[in-house]
């Protein structure tokens, strides 16, 4: 055979389809009503409107529009990417500019295009395209991807995201090319038209800029060239000779042109480096040594500030030529200009001679010796910066070039005040062309297409293609090792006048000037394209698609339409598609053009290539019609695929690159054969090119159909036609497909024996009457013949690994036929025994092997992994489970990634090396590389039994399910996986299903079956998801009008949630009734007879102003009820529900109104209630929502009297944290309207939305409206009373527990601000001082002693001082002035007004020392113990004391009554001597009001904490107080007291049940409620009001905390002095009620089940951490509930047996809790198979496991598989039942089978593993088969030994927590007999089958041999072929055991084996029966 074979010159291949084309967007926009298209209309002449033919119509209009329209109809095409993996859908993006619109298509060859996205913007189009803009995200250096499209106008770009967002950016300058890059988007700017007069010797403008992101700053570009000289130098890109051609993501390289020298430059594309972004800025170290060059620099500047006076062309020249790189195609008189010119040019440019050295370096270089970057343009502020009237240059002299007029010395030198412009982009030069010097600079010219292509071997090039000179350039570059830089070795150059690249397939398509395609792989030649059908004239004007109808031309094609066939072309009267003209002789390229331009009339040809995709590229003919062809594929079999994947890895490139050429060709041959027969092609391919002879050898002649298909046996012939013949189904018969079909029966109907015997015959009688085996030589010129060894290594490999993959396994016994033939020809027994034990049946059929000649064996190249053992993947995994060391298994990186991953995961999780996915790798796998041929084989490394801690089973499960999640294994890769591989892996993903841990990332979770902690991973909460978990299941509330509903603002409680808290009853209901506001109240006043009508009206209107004060006291609560239960949409208003101050009276429902005027009214008594109201609203945005800035402004009500209820809102919106987000501008426009409210809300809110951040902004904006807090000598502002105590708090909240020293001295001295001289300060001083108290008491908040440097300050001390009274102290510091003069009217003198005074600093005290359980400050706090000085002290005071007292004490609060009474004096307690005098009146009160702040402080202690001692104590007291009340004697005491004393109680009561809804206290609550006349106020209701919200915090979602600054916002909401009218703020501010927000958190935990993701009930387990008051306990809960606080808790599980185990370990971190909780509290979870939700089955009596309890057994007798829907929601499970388990008529036979499979259904379902019913299925089937031998492969049979090693390797040690294992039924005991039994029986008689393979005798092909493969695989016995240790002869068993040991077959399968070794030897029987015994 001659070399000449692999020409590749004669051969041609067949393209696909063809389809005509026509952009998509063309037809969109004809239909658009747009300016162009009436343009368009009116051009098309009459006659073709009402053409019947649309395309003929358009391309006839098309001609008609004049050249420049047409020009601007653009449009390019991209492989679609949008989400969807690559490789599942591939389809076509368009986008296509015509006009002023763009439009983006998408569609593919089966879906017809539809518009995605078209847009229409306001100047013409320029340039559209895509781009993706890396957005940083602001948490970590992830950058998420925007994808855009971006649309060029001359001024702005638009761009538009997917996801919808809008931006236009303005653009500075003309813009003449916009590339998109990876980074985001290139410009480069236009020049001005005169480049060409002499610059001035100034800065160059920078040319291109980059943007990366349509909000940033356009920022120039540096670069950095690799010129010889000056080469670190970098600076800004700007020669304006500089044209970019080519910008590409990956890798970011940019490709550019320089028009002077006409040469191109790869850059490649970076962000700028830190150093060099400082050199360019800097400024520069040489002076500017010339005068000129400081008039150079006076220039510029004046230019760049008198922007508007330069006009001239000229100076816009100078500063305009600035670099761009820029593939603008200009006009051609320009190029002209520049060519006849070249003398100008040289002078324009002073570094020309730079230049000849280094043409590398522009002009710039020279230039910028007198550089200053200081001030080199890149920036004068603002879009201006590069205006310099580029865009209106007029037609005057050159005068600008000297300064302007205006512009001053002095003035130009200060010119480098200017801040330049961060560059953001570096360019750095890689490669540069070199021009030989004998060409002319004409010769080169720039570069029309570039394009990167890579070869079938993996080399990449980059290519460009000179349309001039018809030749494309390939530079091929390499990666450097550490993928930084790029290398560009070589450059090639191959004859085209056009190419375009075809990606997926590793070529490119060139169109040669003759006119014919070729394909390339990258620079080799691999063959010509024959286009399916005639390119006539029809195709361009018509849509039809010749190549359909007319099957028959198609094929008849001659395929090897060289020169000599052009004759015959000719008289078929077909002309060749691809005009060959008879120019293939002519090699000049002009003659083929005279060629081309006579044969033009004649056919279309090709003009030119454009818009590849994938595979498909568009052919443009010169008829103007648009053809898009598709060119084959490498190949459509994965099999054969991966086949040449492994050769091209082997294999040298020139080799391999000559193999995959070959291959192309045979199998794209014009007409060649059809998909089945692509393996078969494969095969003979691939063995021609080894050197057989495939026409001798029997079984590869078959494969032969009747095209000869390889070019070396025969020249191609054209098939007759795809009908098909007789041959095919011959052929079909003998092939061994038809064999493998027949011989594996259907079902078990098919006998096996009935193979056809007469194929058999044929196929084998071949070799008897062979001529002299000599002709099965192989040929050693072969080009593979070398590499044979190194070829059948890496393909066993593959097909080892194909052994691995259920979907690939059938190909793997096409491979084997090959694998076998070139075992048996290098006589590699032990591989062929290998083959044949794998495929008995098959492998007995080869015998015949080719002789490989000794004198050429030298040339064939060993590899050192081609081992004379096979590796056996199988083997190996067995080995690791028998715990037995094996070598390194071998394996193609990148090919064989299956072995990898299962050899890696046994090696972790069955040796336990926790190493063996990281470090250790080497020691399991042994990677081969394609250079290993040469090396000496390493020695093989034992595995070392390192002494390695193992971690317990369990982690080694999670690191195995975590490494496979991290590899992208994925639940489909594991039911591809054999059973008995994927054994152990299910058994991992078992145990970790059983105890996942709870912040596994979503994968893990997908992987071991846990729905619901992938749902958890995802983000998402109840109120947004409304579609998928909302309002689809809310329990309906009750019936009410529609109107009623919309108001009272209580609509939004999430039903579904609250109805399963509190199944039992409405209270929730109850709760709305109580505190809806929005409704008339019912007056209900009897007319008694004496009254008048006129009286019995104002009687009325009395009745209604009481009822009022309760309705105005509402708000309060409702804010609390309805806590962050709502998410607004943010294009409407927030629904605010009215304060209804109306009544209706009956019978006859009478309107009852307060504005009649018949009775006095307070003046602004609704101003307070209305803020309420505000808030109450405001509360109900949740802290998830979105709301910005825009929102809270459009909330802003039109009418004046709403602005109360906005301030309320705004104070809200700080609260729930949203107010961050308002503009300052908007805050400073609030405040400055001098709205009282507005400025106390809006304080107030942005201070509790900066909680303790010590914000400066914030500072400065509270300190305006505190005069301590301006410096003395400040103007003094009127700020009111209100607003200045609301700034104070402001500042407490802000500065929260921060202990800043200067904050918290002047709130000191304003606790006791006198009331100054003029009475400035005298009206609610009380307020005031409580607030600075406040404030103080949060600034210090739980610091006790330890603060920081205030020692000096006393702070104690002098709060001591403050409560008890006393001299005032000197006043210290800035406020010494203010303070001088005391006042004028009230004689305070120089003590201390201790009334005002005293409840703030007790606070204060309170709070500073909260917690610290400080004894010494405790006592200065206890009540006086002598009746004297307890008449000094308010009772209230006393109230606070105890309150301040206990809760510094906090440790020693105990929820008993004897603890609250300890804290009374003990005067009081004790008898009382008559004798003294004692007012019986001070002393109750004293009582009652200690015991009020006792129950405060135990309310506090315990909040939200649901205590049940610390409730049933206040409960005690409420009721005492309450009879108390009920008593005549009321009168002693004051109802005002009790009342008050009451209430707090309640207040305390809330506290501790917060969120809980307890009945007891909503009885008290309403109790309270229905009193409305006599004393009980606003403020009394206010206080109930809020015990009722607090009850239901949040709808039941939300409870309190006891955190110190939950204690603190509590101290603040419910201080004990409530307001007497709705007016009232002198004791406290009514605006800080609602701060109780701040101290309310998420903690009800909802469980929602996964599949119908409905909240449901579960049953946690809750186990607190020991504390000293108990020890770790546990409790059981059900869900949903709040969580006690989670500091106190240790863990968290969601119990069985309903649903999936879960548990959250708190001890580690509480965040994914928080995170749970925050989000809703939604806890997923998921129902065991056979298990009901509690609210269908309460009791448990219903589920499956259930029934069996009884009787232990009867569980699978009793199991109906009808009952399967109770038990699980899977389809399959349901369906399987409903198929395989019921009886049917046409199974009644199978009885047993069909109780199996119930069995096996039942075992699945209890033990939660559905996941292994197919493999109990895959066990069954195979134990089946082996009994009826209908085995025709040991596959099953391998896997039931993995499966049966993983279970013996289990039992042996003796799990106790049997639970682990997979298979714990008796099942698998079971079919392990069945096979021991099937297999011995079969041993007993055919013992001399075994017998003679032993002895390696050559087998017989019978159904014996079938069932001693499956013996020996199933008994793990070696190949006898080659071993030394020949176990025949052995005489004892003791022998026997010594020389197996050496083999390695374990003891259990021995001793099958000894019967009959030793009966050869002994001849006696008698050892039989004992061992037989023995071993069962």
Known sequence: MSEVVYEETATMIAAGDLQS??????????????????????????????????????????????????????????????????????????????????????????????????????????????????????????????????????????????????????????????????????????????????????????????????????????????????????????????????????????????????????????????????????????????????????????????????????????????????????????????????????????????????????????????????????????????????????????????PSPNSTANESVAMPEMEPIIPDLCVEQLWNEVVSAGCH???????????????????????????????????????????????????????????????????????????????YTGITRVSKVHLPSSLSQSISLTNHLPYLSTPVETISTPANAGSRHIHRLNEDAMPSPVSELKSLNIKQHEASFFEDFSFQQATPFILSLRDPVCNRVTLELSSGAMLRICIPEIATSELVRKCLEAIRFILPKEVAMKVLVKWYNIYNAPGGPSAHAEWSQFVTCFMTLMGYNTERLAWTRHLQFEVPLSPVIAAKKARPSDGGSDEDWDYLLAS?????????????????????????????????????????????????????????????????????????????????????????????????????????????????????????????????????????????????????????????????????????????YIIGDDNATSTNEWKYLLKLSAGQRSRVSEPNSRRQSSVKVRFSSESLAEQLVVWLTSQGFTLKDLESVPFGVALPIREAIYRCREQPSSDWPEEVCLLIGRQDLTKQAHKMTLGKSKASVGSGFSLVPPASSEADEEEDGMLDIIHEVTGLIWSQDLRIQEVRRLLQSSRPVRVSVVQQPEVSDHEYIEEKENKLLQLCQRTMALPVGRGLFTLFSYHPVPTEPLPVPKLNLTGRAPPRNAMVDLNSGNIDVPPNMTNWPSFHNGVAAGLKIAPASQVDSAWIAYNKPKSPELANEYAGFLMALGLNGHLTKLATLNIHDYLTKGHEMTSIGLLLGVSSAKLGTMDMSITRLLSIHIPALLPPTSTELDVPHNVQVAAVIGIGLVYQGTGHRHNAEVLLSEIGRPPGPEMEYCTDRESYSLAAGLALGMVCLGHGSNLIGMTDLNVPEQLYQYMVGGHRRAQAGASRERHKSPSYQIKEGDTINVDVTCPGATLALAMIYLKTNNRSIADWLKPPDTWFLLDFIKPEFLLLRTLARCIIMWDEILPNTEWVKSNIPQIMRGNFDPSEDINMDTMAQAQDYITAGACMALGLRFAGSANSDAFDCLYEFAKTFMKMMSFAGTAAMGYYNLQTCLSMILLAMSMVMAGTGNLKVLQLCRFFHKRTGGEMNYGFHMAHHMALGLLFLGGGRYTLSTSNSAIAALLCALYPHFPAHS???????????????????????????????????????????????????????????????????????????????????????????????????????????????????????????????????????????????????????????????????????????????????????????????????????????????????????????????????????GLANKHDTLLTSEFLPVMKNAVDVALDNWLKDHSSEVRSYMRGEVLSRDAQSIMLACFLVYRSIPCFRNTQANLEGCNSFADLLLRSSQLGIPLRDLLRLVPILLSSASGSQSLLFPLQAFSS
């Open 441 to 519: 600079r004409e010769m080169s010219s720039q570069a029309s297409k570039v394009f990167l292509t890579s070869d079938l071997c993996e080399n990449h090039y980059l290519c460009f293609l000179v349309e001039s000179h018809q030749h494309l350039r390939c530079v091929k570059f390499i990666e450097s090792n550490d993928a930084t830089q790029l290398i560009f070795p070589s450059v090639t150059t191959i004859p085209a006048k056009d190419a375009a690249p075809l990606q997926n397939i590793d070529a490119m398509l060139v169109l040669e000037a003759c006119g014919s395609l070729v394909i």
């Open 1623 to 1853: 007016t009232d703020n002198r004791y406290h501010l009514q605006a800080l009620r609602h701060l109780a927000v701040l101290a309310a958190e998420p903690r009800l935990l909802v469980p929602v089940d996964v599949d119908s993701l409905k909240p449901c009930y579960a049953l946690l387990e809750v186990t607190y951490k020991g504390t000293k008051w108990y020890d770790e306990t546990t409790v059981e809960l059900m869900a949903p509930t709040l969580l006690p606080e989670l500091h106190l808790l240790k863990e968290l599980k969601v119990k069985g047996p309903r649903y999936w185990e879960l548990s959250l370990d708190l001890s580690k971190e509480t965040q994914h809790l928080k995170s749970i909780l925050v989000r809703d509290g939604v806890l997923y979870v998921k129902l065991r198979a056979g298990q009901l939700p509690y609210k269908d089955d309460p009791q448990g009596w219903k589920s499956l496991l259930a029934t069996a309890v009884s009787h232990r057994n009867s569980g699978v007798t009793a199991f109906k598989p009808e009952a399967i829907s109770t038990f699980t929601s899977e389809p399959a499970l349901i369906s399987f039942a409903e198929f395989f388990c019921k009886t049917s008529e046409g199974l009644k036979s199978r009885e047993d089978s069909l109780m199996l499979f119930s069995a096996m259904l039942y075992e699945c379902v209890t033990q939660e593993c559905p996941e292994m019913l197919p493999t109990y299925i895959a066990i069954e089937q195979a134990v089946g088969a082996l009994h009826q031998g209908d085995l025709q492969q040991t596959f099953p049979l391998w896997q039931l030994r993995l499966v049966v090693e993983l279970w013996d390797g289990r039992m042996l040690r």
């Open 21 to 402: 084309f026509v952009p998509f967007g063309r037809e969109h926009c004809r239909n658009h009503p747009n300016a162009f298209n009436l343009q368009l209309r009116e051009l098309q002449p009459a006659s073709e409107l009402w053409s019947s033919d649309g395309a003929a119509g358009l391309v006839g209009s098309l001609q008609e529009v004049s050249l420049q329209e047409r020009e601007r109809e653009s449009w390019q095409l991209r492989k679609g990417c949008t989400g969807v993996k690559e490789d599942e859908a591939e389809f076509e993006e368009e986008l296509y500019t015509a006009g002023n619109m763009a439009v983006w298509s998408q569609g593919s060859r089966t879906q017809a295009s539809s518009v995605y996205k078209a847009f229409t913007v306001d100047s013409p189009v320029q340039q559209a395209l895509w781009c993706n803009f890396a957005v940083p995200q602001n948490n970590n250096d992830a950058e998420e991807v925007e994808q855009t499209v971006c649309i060029v106008q001359s001024t702005c770009i638009n761009v538009h995201t997917v996801t919808g967002k809008d931006f236009i950016s303005p653009l500075p300058f003309q813009v003449s090319n916009v590339w998109a890059t990876k980074f985001g988007l290139l410009l480069e700017r236009k020049n001005a038209a005169n480049d060409t007069h002499p610059n001035p010797p100034g800065e160059p403008l920078p040319t291109v800029f980059s943007m990366l992101h349509p909000l940033d700053e356009i920022a120039p570009i540096v670069c950095k060239p690799s010129g010889p000289f000056e080469g670190s130098r970098v600076q800004y890109v700007s020669d304006s000779n500089m044209k970019i051609v080519f910008t590409c993501c990956q890798p970011s390289i940019v490709v550019s042109y320089d028009t002077v020298q006409g040469t191109h430059t790869v850059w490649a594309l970076r962000k700028v480096t830190h150093d060099e972004r400082s050199m360019v800025l800097r400024c520069p170290t040489e002076p500017a040594g010339t005068p000129l060059g400081l008039m150079a620099s006076g220039f510029l500047a004046s230019h760049l500030r008198n922007a508007s006076h330069l006009d001239s062309p000229g100076g816009s020249g100078g500063l305009g030529s600035a670099a761009g790189i820029s593939s603008a195609f200009s006009s051609p008189l320009h190029y002209s200009a520049l060519y006849s010119h070249p003398s100008r040019i040289m002078t324009s440019s002073p570094g020309v001679h730079s230049r000849v050295h280094s043409p590398s370096i522009s002009n710039m270089a020279a230039l910028s010796r007198a550089h200053s970057p200081g001030m080199a343009a890149p920036s004068f502020s603002g879009v201006s910066r590069f205006n310099t009237s580029f865009h209106n240059p007029s037609p005057r002299g050159h005068h600008g070039l000297l």
């Open 736 to 908: 061994h497909y038809h064999r493998q079909i027949n011989s594996q029966p259907v079902c078990g109907s098919v006998d096996p024996n009935n193979v056809p015997s007469a194929e058999k015959e044929d196929l084998f009688s071949h070799q008897a009457d062979s001529p002299s085996s000599s002709s099965l030589k192989l040929e050693s010129s072969a080009p593979l013949f070398p590499h044979i060894p190194a070829l059948f290594s890496v393909l066993h490999l593959l097909y080892q690994e194909l052994q691995l993959d259920e979907l690939h396994r059938a190909r793997a016994s096409s491979l084997v036929c090959l694998l076998q033939q070139l075992a048996r020809d290098l006589q590699l027994e032990e591989y062929v025994d290998l083959y044949w034990r794998d495929y008995p049946s098959l492998i007995s059929c080869f015998t015949e092997s080719c002789i490989i000649d000794q004198a050429v064996i030298g040339q064939m190249h060993r590899p050192s992994f081609l081992s004379s053992d096979p590796p056996c993947v199988f083997n190996w995994l067995s080995s690791c489970l028998r715990g037995e060391a094996s070598p390194p298994f071998p394996y193609l990186p990148g090919i064989c990634q299956r072995t990898k991953l299962l050899v890696l995961s046994y090696a972790l």
